[in-house]
């Protein structure tokens, strides 16, 4: 399950103590979790925040009770904090957190979302844009969807073919081109606008 370092549980005893409230405890969830977007949320949490579903993992002076649907990914992560002279860091290192890179036996739609999501978007996310997978044609095609600061944008085509395009060939090899399927006339906040093209 989950190791708590000494100074973890230090660190979270003292804020618990602050709250003052009775039965008290740290509540730890996956978020995103089996995606390369995972993360992981600490929060209080209140005897009346909890259904019983929870593992309860005991510590001194309080627990910590992590979300039933969580521990699959949060199983074997340790959670440590350092004192440094600004106060301190929370780490908290979950190995199955993002879930295992598809290999070359997973489907080519499997692959393909996973590099969308590892590669692509965080790029994209610097012009507020993003891009979905609508369906990968049995020719090979990746056909998608731009949106945010994409949907519109004046150099989306660039971006399609030079960024998009370029990346899930060189990780995917079935995939043989891309296509886009966004209405760009619709976009309401686009990075570039067309005409500034």
Known sequence: MISLSTDAQTHFRKLVEQQDTPGLGIRVV???AGTPRGD??????????????????????????VDAASVPFLDGATIDYARSATGGELT?????????????????????????ESEINPQLASHGGRVSLREVTAEGVVVLQFGGGC????MVDKTLRGG???TLKARVPEVTGVADSTDHA?????????QAV
């Open 92 to 116: 908290i290192r979950a190995p199955a957190l993002r879930g295992a890179v598809p290999d070359a036996s997973a489907s080519v739609v499997e692959r393909v979302r996973y590099v969308i």
């Open 151 to 154: 949907h519109g944008c004046g």
């Open 164 to 166: 998009v395009e370029t």
């Open 186 to 194: 619709s976009g309401k906040n686009p990075y570039m606008s067309r």
């Open 40 to 65: 992981c949320q600490l929060e209080f949490s209140e005897p009346s925040d909890r259904d019983g579903s929870e593992w309860e993992i005991e510590c001194e002076g309080f627990s910590l009770f």
């Open 30 to 32: 996956a978020v995103d």
